[in-house]
């Protein structure tokens, strides 16, 4: 990504960020800055729309301080501009690209989308959905991405199973619902009060609120528990899956500075081999097979994805406080 741009250079609006902090309205200000150039495996998106995840408020924030170490920057964010899920047409392909022309229609995952234009690699986007908006498509890439492989790939998640899945209102629990229902699987959602109607909505068989009752005092037994951002203690979780049931942590949120939920996810790894069920961190592979498996559940009528509210371009920094304060019920989505 160019910096501030001088005059006569090609320019584009952009959300940008010059250091790390977790209040959004002081860190991210909106900016004329250069467009970025596709590299030779990458194409150069006109942004249409851009999905809110859960990154966006780690990376703006640098924490936990590890990510700092995994190319986002030590001291300053390395590259000035948010945003990851992305629905644009294709303004200009590398000189690699083979697969996708200018004028495509796609969605997936780019570098720097809260902004007009943005950058992404081929192999990380797929025609858009004939049946979604861009808004829609822009929702789906790195939340439906990890929802997708914690079903099919961490739960391993069959026919008739039992699926519980912790934080079903979500923007990864919204597609997890659906997903695991198209794979056949009773599924039971955990949610606070006012989204029980929500994950109802996506399909859930039984609702749980968090609120009013604990999963490992119901008494019910799951074969598969996908915890997506939860806290809950592994043990406490142990207590609601079979005596070989399988347990796929999607993330985790203690709010700690230096590992944030990176050592739950250590202790599930270190105790697995010594007990019956299987307790299985997920890394999420970001590709465009998967969205096109994705496309074709979506095209199908089997998911769609959940929209809270939409924000423009200049307030992003609202749409992540939004997020950030628990809010969303589902996607939150910037347009331009």
Known sequence: MTGETTTGAATMKAIVQAEYGDDAETVLRIAEIGRPEAGDNEVLLRVHAAGVDRGVWHIMTGLPYPLRLMGYGVRAPKDPVRGREVAGVVEAVGHDVTTLRAGDEVFGIGEGCFAEYATAKADKLAPKPKNLTFVQAAAVAVSALTALQAVRDGGKVQPGQKVLIVGASGGVGTFAVQIAKAFGAEVTGVCSTTK?????????????????????????????????????SLTRLRRALTPRGTLVIVGGETGGRWLGGIDRLLRALVLSPFVGQKLAPLTASENGQDLSVLAELIESGAVTPAIDRTYPLNEVPKAIRYLEEGHARGKVVITL
């Not at 929500?198 to 609702?207: K, T």
């Not at 609120?209 to 951002?229: E, W």
């Open 196 to 232: 029980v109607d929500l994950v109802r909505s996506l399909g859930a068989d039984h609702v749980v609120d968090y609120t009013l009752d604990d999963i490992a005092d119901t008494g019910q037994r799951y074969d598969v528990i996908l915890d997506t951002g939860g806290n809950r």
